[in-house]
């Protein structure tokens, strides 16, 4: 059993860091070749990592009780958060501010100094080298570590180093090089953008760095001049800076993004494909992008894509495509470019089920979508899928899609009789379902009940004759109205004649 506190009465072993780093090093060395090793060992492993864990908690108590008894002097507070700056810039104004406080205060649309109240002229931060020295001196006079301090305080994705800002600069101006220079570039913005999120906020800073990030696939180059591994980096990047949500308006309405965003879901690798459809939906979650995309004509080679059934391109087609047609007008737009089709011979091919039945459900909105729902014979599978399916996400779409046929194509309210008749699959979702697909499939039965009830109505009125005093029904069309199937034989039904005739 451990031997708790073993480290706690003594302060020379508790201070001595290193001492006890090599002695886990050489438990671990025991634990790990030696198959018999005594539960002590694991024990005594446990005791010094306990011990180097509050050693460092105990370290990070008293710096941060060390500085916050000391009074900072106010020029080097922040007038923003109050505190000690620790990458102090200046503004058009003149005035100071820390970088990682005042850029937020940029990125949320103001552009007024914070101070003054003055428009600023332009919104580019000055390091002020002067004051960030004096920090310094003021921080190593006190024995105070102010790296340290930013680590431990001031973790933050919004932290951009004057070194990181460097070499963001660089590397867009290398854009604009040489082809090797250029895919050196891309390389490397792809992996930073991936990697850092105060990466993708540095795109947001400058108007010209998107336009530049594309210059290799822009100007008079054809596709097939542009280097496969140059547009995945590119495209790839692009897909990382949309992930940040400051940036997301800005991609999109940067000139050629999207026009080049659809040429890569039609060339390019298949991971450069993959990549252009993840970044339209990482874009569509604005609905100003939706918008956008939905009238750049992108929708067509999203479904295209989608067609092709590319594992690797599937998903992130359809995201997209969902995304999109959440905006009603780009329904109309997806239904055009055939999306029904497509999604239901991937649908009916078993791939990706529940992401295509729910962008069915969301296009069965548009009544052009609910009649070629109908026209391509989709209403016995969609039943199969509600009695077979263990999703109960799946049974909701697809009664949906089924509520919504109900209401807009009359031809196959026959269809949804006979599977209710013998399978009694909407009742059992009225009971056993989804709120919504107990509300959808309560009002499909009743759509269909009304339906059949009508049309029974109109075949009397259509079919009765009067012969002296009877009326002669034909009772095999009477017969295949109320559900009896395949009569061996013609007959003649007879019923007396009413002075009036009076059909509800």
Request: proline share 4%.
């Amino acid at each position: 059993m451990a031997k708790t506190g073993v480290f706690d009465s003594d302060p020379t072993v508790m201070g001595k860091a290193t001492e006890l780093k090599r002695e886990l090093q050489r438990l671990i060395d025991a634990i790990i070749d030696d198959d018999n090793c005594s539960t002590d060992t694991i024990d005594h492993a446990k005791e010094i990592i306990s011990a180097l864990k509050e050693l460092k908690l105990r370290k990070r108590s008293r710096s941060s009780n060390r500085y916050e008894n000391l009074i900072c002097p106010d020029e080097f507070r922040c007038p923003l958060s109050r505190e000690l700056m620790r990458d102090p810039v200046v503004v058009s104004t003149g005035e100071t501010y820390d970088r990682p406080f005042i850029h937020k205060w940029l990125r949320s649309g103001n552009r007024t100094c914070p101070r003054t109240q003055q428009v600023l002229s332009h919104t580019n931060l000055t390091p002020n080298h002067l004051i960030r020295e004096m920090i310094s001196q003021w921080c190593t006079s006190r024995g105070i570590e102010l790296q340290d301090r930013v680590r431990v305080h001031c973790l933050d994705d919004d932290v951009i180093t004057e070194a990181d800002r460097d070499r963001f600069l660089t590397l867009i101006e290398n854009m604009s090089m040489t082809i090797p220079e250029q895919k050196a570039a891309a390389k490397e913005l792809r992996m930073l953008t991936k990697r850092m999120p105060s990466f993708r906020a540095l795109f947001g800073e400058s108007l010209d760095a998107i336009s530049l990030l594309l210059s290799p696939l822009c100007g008079d180059k054809s596709q097939s001049s542009v280097h496969a591994d140059l547009q995945e980096d590119v495209i790839t990047t692009l897909l990382n800076l949309s992930i940040h949500d400051n940036n997301k308006k800005l991609v999109a309405e940067t000139p050629n993004v999207i026009p080049l965003l659809k040429e890569a879901l039609r060339s390019g690798t298949m991971e450069t494909r993959s990549n252009a459809a993840a970044a339209l939906f990482t874009l569509s979650a604005l609905d100003s992008n939706k918008a956008l995309i939905g009238k750049s004509g992108a929708l067509k080679p999203l479904i295209d894509l989608l067609d092709e059934g590319h594992p690797l391109s599937m998903k992130d087609a359809a995201s997209a495509i969902f995304n999109l047609c959440i905006l009603h007008e780009n329904k109309a737009r997806a239904v055009r470019d055939g999306a029904v089709r497509v999604l239901l011979k991937k649908i009916m091919n078993q791939m990706h089920v529940d992401e295509l039945l729910a962008i069915l459900a969301m296009l069965s909105s548009h009544q052009k979508a609910v009649e070629e729902i109908g026209e391509l014979g989709a209403v016995p599978s969609l039943f199969r899928i509600i009695r077979e399916s263990s999703c109960s996400r799946n049974k909701e779409n697809c009664i949906v899609i089924i509520h919504a046929i109900c209401l807009y194509d009359r031809t196959k309210w026959k269809d949804i009789k006979e599977e209710e008749k013998w399978y009694r699959t909407i009742s059992e979702l009225a009971q056993n379902g989804t709120s919504r697909a107990k509300r959808k499939a309560n009002s499909a039965s009743k759509s269909g009940t009304l339906a059949f009830s009508k049309t029974r109505s109109s075949v009397w009125v259509h079919q009765l004759v009067t012969v002296n005093k009877y009326d002669v029904l034909n009772f095999l069309d009477i017969n295949q109205h109320f559900g009896e199937r395949n009569p061996k034989k013609r007959r003649v039904y007879h019923v007396p004649h009413p002075k009036n005739i009076a059909l509800c």
